[in-house]
């Protein structure tokens, strides 16, 4: 079995609204994840689902409740030392893609290296194997307004990975892509954890891509519900 990676136990996430109780968006949630596997957790639009992949992702802390990475409690760590884990551990993509426009396709995979204080020169070589991996290799020296939504979103694929990322952390990476456009960038995740053994938790309302995924946890008034997995992937939610 394969080595468990992230770990949340008994996640509790509430908001002050100013009334007289909080707003209570997770319930104590727990999951596993490990190594090379893809989980997708699909819900209702509001049962929670960002807010639990910005907790495993430590993008925020919980109101209760741990995540581990390798054994290892996160939010015993301060913020700076949260946001070089983030850098170094964590690859991110979301519904939109968030490239930056006045920066190149090779240049935005290239960003999460550069944020290490690393030179263009000495990691240019990566961002390019990167983006050919992506079918990219011909959309290197163009910027984001020149590249059609599927095309934005590898780019932002091959960004997140550009660290070389123990876990991909997708959300509703599909959203704004139509059918014919996100069926390739399916076919690639499933490519890229058969090749780069690569790890991904998927948020999505897209059945067919939550159906790439193997298990799919249910994300229901804030409590997490597994259904049978749909392949031999059997870590424990």
Known sequence: ?????????????????????????LSGVSL??????????????????????????ALDRPTSGTVTFRGNDLFTKDDEALAAFRNRSIGFVF???????EFTALENVAMPALIQQRALASVEGRARELLDLLGLSERASHRPQQLSGG?????????????APDVVLMDEPTGNLDARTAEPLHAE????RRELDQTFVIVTHNASLAGIAGR????????????????????GA
């Open 1 to 25: 079995m394969a080595d468990l990676l992230l770990e949340a136990k008994d996640l509790v996430k509430q908001y002050d609204t100013g009334g007289d109780e909080p707003l209570e968006v």
């Open 32 to 57: 596993q994840v490990r190594t090379g596997e893809i989980v997708s957790i699909v819900g209702e639009s509001g049962s929670g689902k960002s807010t639990l992949l910005h907790l495993l992702g």
């Open 95 to 101: 519904q939109f893609h968030h490239l930056l426009p």
């Open 151 to 163: 095309e934005k979103q590898r780019v932002a694929v091959a960004r997140a990975l550009m660290n």
């Open 189 to 192: 995740i499933q490519r890229l």
């Open 216 to 235: 799919t946890l249910h994300l229901v008034y804030g409590t997490l519900h597994r259904n049978a997995p749909a392949s031999s992937a059997s870590a």
